[in-house]
């Protein structure tokens, strides 16, 4: 991952005071990853570890932990593994430090493991664009013949909820103002591009759809921060 990225994520991280909820998208796993289940874990190979990539504070790995026998949270920001371990400390998951733009960090966990299905949740459009496609490649090198990806990003419609929700007030939404005073703003997807950087690592979609991001902010009006979501379900072509 480039330098000043890992800087912002890791500055953020290790700022952040280490409490559930803090981060805006960290809900609740019961309303997220758990209830979720029903979108993907049809597909995912029994056996194989599940691998919750971008974990930060492992609310999710542990949600998925209560369900999968073997669920591992990476994140490449050390702090986010810190919180993570802190945090989910009651949970069986394991938390290491991995990024997802190492392609040869990539071969060697596969090596370790083997393959693996994979959660991830708005990993991608936080990336530079160049970045994109190692970790894609990465994503594909993981999967392995027999995994799946269920992956979820940003829909090219959340950038005007969020412009319209920081425009409401000075101090609305402060969880994501906590998220742009650190250099992390979301990027502008088009439609179709989630689909096509995975094809463009072989990569096929065997399932879509749209999801919800309950995000842990409140407007103005006291109303919930939600974001839309695109999810995909995703395999090596064979």
């Known amino acids: 991952m480039e330098q000043s990225v890992r800087t912002n994520w890791e500055s953020f991280w290790h700022d952040l005071p280490r409490e559930k909820g803090l981060p805006v998208w960290d ?17 995912f190979a029994e056996g194989l570890p599940v691998l919750d990539i971008g974990c930060g504070n492992g609310t999710q790995t542990a949600a998925l932990a209560a369900t999968f026998p073997r669920v591992l949270g990476m994140d490449f920001a050390p702090a986010a593994i810190e919180h993570a ?23 060697e966990l596969h090596e370790e493991l083997g393959d693996a299905n994979v959660y991830m949740r708005g990993v991608l459009h936080q990336m530079p664009d160049e970045i994109r496609a190692d970790a894609v490649a990465s994503l594909s090198t993981l999967l392995g013949g027999s995994g799946h990806l269920f992956a979820a990003e940003l829909a090219p419609s959340a950038a005007q909820t969020i412009q319209s929700a920081l425009g409401q007030a000075a101090d609305a939404v402060p969880k994501l103002q906590r998220v742009f005073r650190y250099g992390l703003t979301p990027a502008s997807w088009q439609d179709g591009k989630f689909e096509a950087l995975l094809d ?18 409140t407007l103005p009006s006291g109303a919930q921060l939600d974001l839309p979501m695109n999810y995909v379900v995703a395999r090596n072509q064979r």
């Open 27 to 43: 809900s609740d796993g019961a309303i997220t990853a758990t209830a979720q289940l029903s979108l993907f874990q049809h597909h």
């Open 85 to 107: 371990r802190s945090l989910q400390a009651d949970s069986p998951a394991e938390f290491r430090e991995f990024d997802l733009g190492d392609t040869a960090r990539a071969a």
């Open 200 to 217: 463009d690592a072989g990569i096929d979609v065997v399932d879509s759809g749209t999801i919800t991001l309950h995000g842990t902010d």
